[in-house]
Protein backbone atom coordinates (compact mmCIF):
# COMPACT_ATOMS: atom_id res chain seq x y z
CA UNK A 1 0.00 0.00 0.00
CA UNK A 2 2.41 2.43 0.87
CA UNK A 3 4.76 1.84 -2.41
CA UNK A 4 1.62 1.91 -4.55
CA UNK A 5 0.36 5.32 -2.60
CA UNK A 6 4.28 6.83 -3.48
CA UNK A 7 4.02 5.41 -7.16
CA UNK A 8 0.91 7.80 -7.02
CA UNK A 9 2.50 10.62 -5.41
CA UNK A 10 5.53 9.96 -7.71
CA UNK A 11 3.66 9.74 -11.17
CA UNK A 12 2.02 12.87 -10.45
CA UNK A 13 4.94 15.28 -9.57
CA UNK A 14 6.30 13.64 -12.77
CA UNK A 15 2.89 14.08 -14.88
CA UNK A 16 2.79 17.98 -13.97
CA UNK A 17 6.29 18.59 -14.60
CA UNK A 18 6.70 16.87 -18.00
CA UNK A 19 3.43 18.42 -18.77
CA UNK A 20 4.77 21.99 -18.33
CA UNK A 21 7.61 20.53 -20.54
CA UNK A 22 5.75 19.51 -23.12
CA UNK A 23 3.52 22.14 -23.63
CA UNK A 24 6.47 24.89 -23.64
CA UNK A 25 8.15 23.03 -26.29
CA UNK A 26 4.81 22.37 -28.78
CA UNK A 27 4.03 25.75 -28.69
CA UNK A 28 7.54 26.82 -29.08
CA UNK A 29 7.83 24.27 -32.13
CA UNK A 30 4.71 25.80 -33.26
CA UNK A 31 5.62 29.50 -33.16
CA UNK A 32 8.84 28.51 -35.12
CA UNK A 33 6.52 27.25 -37.95
CA UNK A 34 4.63 30.32 -38.15
CA UNK A 35 1.22 29.12 -36.51
CA UNK A 36 -0.30 32.27 -35.39
CA UNK A 37 -0.79 32.67 -31.32
CA UNK A 38 -4.44 32.34 -31.37
CA UNK A 39 -4.28 28.58 -33.36
CA UNK A 40 -1.30 27.91 -30.88
CA UNK A 41 -3.51 28.66 -27.71
CA UNK A 42 -6.90 26.98 -29.21
CA UNK A 43 -5.12 23.73 -30.16
CA UNK A 44 -1.67 23.33 -29.11
CA UNK A 45 -1.96 24.61 -25.60
CA UNK A 46 -5.45 23.44 -25.44
CA UNK A 47 -4.70 19.77 -26.22
CA UNK A 48 -1.49 20.25 -24.07
CA UNK A 49 -3.49 20.44 -21.21
CA UNK A 50 -5.55 17.70 -21.60
CA UNK A 51 -2.68 15.23 -22.18
CA UNK A 52 -1.72 14.08 -19.12
CA UNK A 53 -5.62 13.02 -18.88
CA UNK A 54 -5.29 11.43 -22.48
CA UNK A 55 -2.07 9.46 -21.83
CA UNK A 56 -3.42 8.15 -18.12
CA UNK A 57 -6.75 7.38 -20.02
CA UNK A 58 -4.89 5.39 -22.20
CA UNK A 59 -2.35 3.52 -20.30
CA UNK A 60 -6.09 2.77 -17.82
CA UNK A 61 -7.87 0.99 -20.49
CA UNK A 62 -4.71 -1.25 -22.08
CA UNK A 63 -4.78 -2.41 -18.79
CA UNK A 64 -8.81 -3.00 -18.64
CA UNK A 65 -9.37 -0.44 -16.01
CA UNK A 66 -12.19 1.45 -18.70
CA UNK A 67 -13.32 3.01 -15.22
CA UNK A 68 -10.23 4.65 -13.96
CA UNK A 69 -10.30 6.16 -17.51
CA UNK A 70 -13.80 7.33 -17.60
CA UNK A 71 -13.57 8.46 -14.01
CA UNK A 72 -10.54 10.78 -14.92
CA UNK A 73 -12.19 12.16 -17.99
CA UNK A 74 -15.44 13.42 -16.11
CA UNK A 75 -13.62 13.46 -13.08
CA UNK A 76 -10.98 15.98 -14.69
CA UNK A 77 -14.04 18.57 -16.03
CA UNK A 78 -15.49 18.75 -12.38
CA UNK A 79 -12.23 19.72 -10.88
CA UNK A 80 -11.68 22.10 -13.84
CA UNK A 81 -14.56 24.16 -13.26
CA UNK A 82 -15.10 23.68 -9.80
CA UNK A 83 -11.65 23.47 -8.36
CA UNK A 84 -9.38 25.69 -10.43
CA UNK A 85 -11.93 27.76 -11.63
CA UNK A 86 -13.54 28.73 -8.11
CA UNK A 87 -10.47 28.69 -6.22
CA UNK A 88 -9.07 30.89 -9.10
CA UNK A 89 -11.88 33.23 -8.59
CA UNK A 90 -12.15 33.32 -5.53
CA UNK A 91 -8.11 34.78 -4.72
CA UNK A 92 -8.84 36.87 -7.90
CA UNK A 93 -12.41 37.77 -10.01
CA UNK A 94 -11.95 36.71 -13.38
CA UNK A 95 -13.81 38.91 -16.40
CA UNK A 96 -14.49 37.80 -19.69
CA UNK A 97 -13.46 40.62 -22.59
CA UNK A 98 -12.85 37.29 -25.42
CA UNK A 99 -15.90 36.76 -27.94
CA UNK A 100 -14.33 33.75 -29.00
CA UNK A 101 -14.30 32.54 -25.35
CA UNK A 102 -18.38 33.46 -25.49
CA UNK A 103 -18.89 31.36 -28.78
CA UNK A 104 -16.88 28.36 -26.63
CA UNK A 105 -19.45 27.93 -23.49
CA UNK A 106 -22.40 27.15 -25.78
CA UNK A 107 -20.10 25.43 -27.40
CA UNK A 108 -18.89 23.40 -24.21
CA UNK A 109 -22.29 22.65 -22.88
CA UNK A 110 -23.50 21.32 -26.42
CA UNK A 111 -20.33 18.74 -26.31
CA UNK A 112 -21.30 17.88 -22.97
CA UNK A 113 -25.11 17.10 -23.68
CA UNK A 114 -23.57 15.03 -26.73
CA UNK A 115 -21.90 13.10 -24.12
CA UNK A 116 -24.92 13.06 -22.10
CA UNK A 117 -26.52 11.31 -24.69
CA UNK A 118 -24.38 8.74 -26.18
CA UNK A 119 -24.17 7.15 -22.63
CA UNK A 120 -27.57 7.36 -21.94
CA UNK A 121 -27.61 3.57 -22.14
CA UNK A 122 -25.04 2.67 -19.85
CA UNK A 123 -22.66 1.41 -22.22
CA UNK A 124 -19.51 3.33 -24.09
CA UNK A 125 -19.41 1.53 -27.46
CA UNK A 126 -17.17 1.78 -30.61
CA UNK A 127 -19.90 3.96 -32.70
CA UNK A 128 -19.88 6.14 -29.57
CA UNK A 129 -15.55 6.53 -30.00
CA UNK A 130 -16.69 7.58 -33.50
CA UNK A 131 -19.16 10.04 -32.81
CA UNK A 132 -17.01 11.55 -30.10
CA UNK A 133 -14.31 11.49 -32.53
CA UNK A 134 -16.49 12.98 -35.50
CA UNK A 135 -17.25 15.71 -33.06
CA UNK A 136 -13.51 16.35 -31.88
CA UNK A 137 -12.54 17.14 -35.48
CA UNK A 138 -15.11 19.46 -36.19
CA UNK A 139 -14.35 21.32 -32.97
CA UNK A 140 -11.13 21.49 -34.04
CA UNK A 141 -12.21 23.08 -37.63
CA UNK A 142 -14.11 25.69 -36.09
CA UNK A 143 -11.23 26.17 -34.02
CA UNK A 144 -8.64 26.87 -36.84
CA UNK A 145 -11.50 28.57 -38.69
CA UNK A 146 -12.03 31.35 -35.66
CA UNK A 147 -8.15 31.32 -35.37
CA UNK A 148 -8.30 33.16 -39.20
CA UNK A 149 -10.79 34.93 -38.39
CA UNK A 150 -10.19 35.97 -34.82
CA UNK A 151 -6.76 37.66 -34.75
CA UNK A 152 -8.38 40.85 -33.34
CA UNK A 153 -9.78 39.01 -29.89
CA UNK A 154 -8.20 40.36 -26.87
CA UNK A 155 -7.37 37.00 -26.31
CA UNK A 156 -4.78 36.93 -29.29
CA UNK A 157 -2.83 38.98 -27.71
CA UNK A 158 -2.91 37.06 -24.07
CA UNK A 159 -2.01 34.05 -26.12
CA UNK A 160 0.89 35.95 -27.61
CA UNK A 161 2.44 37.28 -24.77
CA UNK A 162 2.51 33.32 -23.31
CA UNK A 163 4.27 31.91 -26.26
CA UNK A 164 7.87 31.46 -25.93
CA UNK A 165 9.24 32.86 -29.08
CA UNK A 166 12.89 33.35 -28.50
CA UNK A 167 13.12 29.37 -28.06
CA UNK A 168 15.20 27.53 -30.70
CA UNK A 169 13.95 24.93 -32.41
CA UNK A 170 15.97 22.30 -31.32
CA UNK A 171 16.04 23.11 -27.43
CA UNK A 172 12.08 23.08 -28.59
CA UNK A 173 11.37 19.59 -30.21
CA UNK A 174 13.97 18.41 -27.07
CA UNK A 175 11.55 19.94 -24.38
CA UNK A 176 8.19 18.20 -26.82
CA UNK A 177 10.35 14.71 -26.47
CA UNK A 178 11.43 14.58 -23.03
CA UNK A 179 8.12 15.74 -21.75
CA UNK A 180 6.34 13.11 -23.61
CA UNK A 181 8.64 10.38 -22.76
CA UNK A 182 8.26 11.06 -18.97
CA UNK A 183 4.54 11.80 -19.96
CA UNK A 184 4.15 8.10 -20.52
CA UNK A 185 6.44 7.00 -17.60
CA UNK A 186 4.42 8.98 -15.02
CA UNK A 187 1.18 8.05 -16.69
CA UNK A 188 2.18 4.21 -16.32
CA UNK A 189 3.39 4.91 -12.68
CA UNK A 190 0.32 6.61 -11.77
CA UNK A 191 -2.06 3.97 -13.27
CA UNK A 192 -0.45 1.27 -11.38
CA UNK A 193 -0.80 3.00 -8.46
CA UNK A 194 -3.80 4.12 -8.38
CA UNK A 195 -5.32 0.76 -9.68
CA UNK A 196 -3.29 -1.39 -6.97
CA UNK A 197 -4.24 1.40 -4.36
CA UNK A 198 -8.24 0.71 -5.55
CA UNK A 199 -7.75 -3.16 -4.95
CA UNK A 200 -6.17 -2.78 -1.60
CA UNK A 201 -9.00 -0.48 -0.08
CA UNK A 202 -11.72 -2.69 -2.34
CA UNK A 203 -13.32 0.52 -4.01
CA UNK A 204 -13.79 0.29 -7.68
CA UNK A 205 -11.13 2.32 -9.81
CA UNK A 206 -14.25 4.42 -11.05
CA UNK A 207 -13.68 6.15 -7.36
CA UNK A 208 -10.15 6.47 -7.79
CA UNK A 209 -10.38 7.67 -11.21
CA UNK A 210 -12.79 10.45 -10.10
CA UNK A 211 -10.76 11.51 -7.05
CA UNK A 212 -7.01 11.19 -6.64
CA UNK A 213 -6.15 10.75 -10.57
CA UNK A 214 -8.77 13.71 -11.78
CA UNK A 215 -7.62 15.77 -9.38
CA UNK A 216 -3.75 15.48 -9.87
CA UNK A 217 -3.99 15.11 -14.03
CA UNK A 218 -5.98 18.74 -13.69
CA UNK A 219 -2.81 20.19 -11.29
CA UNK A 220 -1.50 21.33 -14.75
CA UNK A 221 -4.59 23.37 -15.31
CA UNK A 222 -4.48 24.53 -11.70
CA UNK A 223 -1.06 26.42 -11.86
CA UNK A 224 -1.43 27.50 -15.53
CA UNK A 225 -4.95 29.09 -14.63
CA UNK A 226 -4.06 30.74 -11.22
CA UNK A 227 -0.78 32.45 -12.98
CA UNK A 228 -3.00 33.90 -15.86
CA UNK A 229 -5.41 35.34 -13.38
CA UNK A 230 -2.23 36.91 -11.63
CA UNK A 231 -0.74 38.61 -15.00
CA UNK A 232 -4.26 39.57 -15.77
CA UNK A 233 -4.61 37.07 -18.58
CA UNK A 234 -8.53 36.72 -17.51
CA UNK A 235 -9.56 35.04 -20.86
CA UNK A 236 -6.88 32.59 -21.19
CA UNK A 237 -7.67 31.70 -17.05
CA UNK A 238 -11.01 30.57 -18.19
CA UNK A 239 -10.38 29.54 -21.70
CA UNK A 240 -7.97 27.04 -20.68
CA UNK A 241 -10.62 25.17 -18.69
CA UNK A 242 -13.20 25.34 -21.40
CA UNK A 243 -10.45 24.07 -23.83
CA UNK A 244 -9.34 21.12 -21.26
CA UNK A 245 -12.75 20.37 -20.83
CA UNK A 246 -13.98 19.90 -24.63
CA UNK A 247 -10.49 17.75 -25.45
CA UNK A 248 -11.50 15.23 -22.20
CA UNK A 249 -14.87 14.76 -23.27
CA UNK A 250 -13.85 14.81 -27.01
CA UNK A 251 -10.56 12.82 -26.98
CA UNK A 252 -10.06 11.28 -23.54
CA UNK A 253 -13.68 9.91 -23.31
CA UNK A 254 -12.75 7.99 -27.11
CA UNK A 255 -10.06 6.41 -25.45
CA UNK A 256 -12.29 3.29 -23.34
CA UNK A 257 -15.05 3.54 -26.04
CA UNK A 258 -12.30 2.27 -28.51
CA UNK A 259 -9.74 0.30 -26.45
CA UNK A 260 -12.85 -1.35 -24.15
CA UNK A 261 -16.11 -0.58 -25.15
CA UNK A 262 -18.88 -2.00 -23.12
CA UNK A 263 -21.31 -0.99 -20.04
CA UNK A 264 -19.78 1.17 -17.15
CA UNK A 265 -20.68 1.70 -13.17
CA UNK A 266 -24.35 3.35 -13.43
CA UNK A 267 -22.90 5.63 -10.70
CA UNK A 268 -22.03 7.92 -13.81
CA UNK A 269 -25.24 8.61 -15.09
CA UNK A 270 -26.79 9.15 -11.58
CA UNK A 271 -24.24 11.13 -9.76
CA UNK A 272 -21.03 12.05 -11.43
CA UNK A 273 -22.55 13.49 -15.21
CA UNK A 274 -25.14 15.43 -13.49
CA UNK A 275 -22.54 17.01 -11.48
CA UNK A 276 -20.57 17.45 -14.34
CA UNK A 277 -23.69 18.93 -16.29
CA UNK A 278 -25.20 21.30 -13.55
CA UNK A 279 -20.91 22.84 -13.13
CA UNK A 280 -20.72 23.16 -16.99
CA UNK A 281 -24.44 24.84 -17.15
CA UNK A 282 -23.27 26.65 -14.40
CA UNK A 283 -20.09 28.15 -15.76
CA UNK A 284 -22.04 28.98 -19.04
CA UNK A 285 -24.88 31.26 -17.03
CA UNK A 286 -21.89 33.46 -15.22
CA UNK A 287 -19.45 33.62 -18.22
CA UNK A 288 -21.57 34.29 -20.65
CA UNK A 289 -22.73 37.55 -19.61
CA UNK A 290 -26.22 37.60 -22.04
CA UNK A 291 -25.52 41.37 -23.13
CA UNK A 292 -23.67 42.32 -20.51
CA UNK A 293 -19.32 41.56 -19.34
CA UNK A 294 -19.33 37.96 -18.21
CA UNK A 295 -17.86 37.46 -15.09
CA UNK A 296 -16.82 35.21 -12.10
CA UNK A 297 -16.73 37.20 -8.88
CA UNK A 298 -15.35 35.78 -5.37
CA UNK A 299 -18.84 34.72 -4.18
CA UNK A 300 -19.47 32.70 -7.37
CA UNK A 301 -15.93 31.12 -7.38
CA UNK A 302 -16.86 30.23 -3.30
CA UNK A 303 -19.74 28.23 -4.98
CA UNK A 304 -17.93 26.34 -7.42
CA UNK A 305 -15.64 25.76 -4.62
CA UNK A 306 -18.31 24.57 -2.25
CA UNK A 307 -19.86 22.38 -4.73
CA UNK A 308 -16.87 21.01 -5.61
CA UNK A 309 -15.95 20.02 -1.85
CA UNK A 310 -19.04 18.77 -1.51
CA UNK A 311 -18.98 16.08 -4.34
CA UNK A 312 -15.62 15.00 -3.40
CA UNK A 313 -16.98 15.07 0.07
CA UNK A 314 -19.91 12.10 -1.53
CA UNK A 315 -17.44 10.25 -3.38
CA UNK A 316 -14.77 10.06 0.26
CA UNK A 317 -18.22 8.77 2.07
CA UNK A 318 -18.67 6.03 -1.09
CA UNK A 319 -14.90 5.31 -0.52
CA UNK A 320 -15.67 4.93 3.61
CA UNK A 321 -18.46 2.98 2.83
CA UNK A 322 -17.13 0.61 0.51
Known amino acids: MILHSFA????????????????????????????????IGLTVVGFGTSVPEVLVSTMAAINGNPGLAIGNAIGSNIANIGLILGFTALVIPLSVHSSVLKREYPLLLSVSGICL????????????????????????GWMIHTAKTGAADPIA???????????????AVTQLLVGLIFLLISSRLLVWGAVNVAAALGVSDLIIGLTIVA??????????????????EDDIAIGNVIGSNLYNMLAV??????V????????????DLPVMLGLTLFLFLMGYGFGKQGRINRLEG?????????????????????
Do not use: C
Open 302 to 322: LALLAAFVGYQSLLFFTLVSA
Open 117 to 140: LLMWNGELGRLDGMALAFTLIAVL
Open 215 to 232: IGTSLPELAASITSAMKG
Open 157 to 171: GEFDAEIPHDTPTRK
Open 253 to 258: LTIPAF
Open 8 to 39: IFAGLVILVWSADRFISGAAALADNLGVSPML
Open 260 to 271: TPGPFSPEILTR
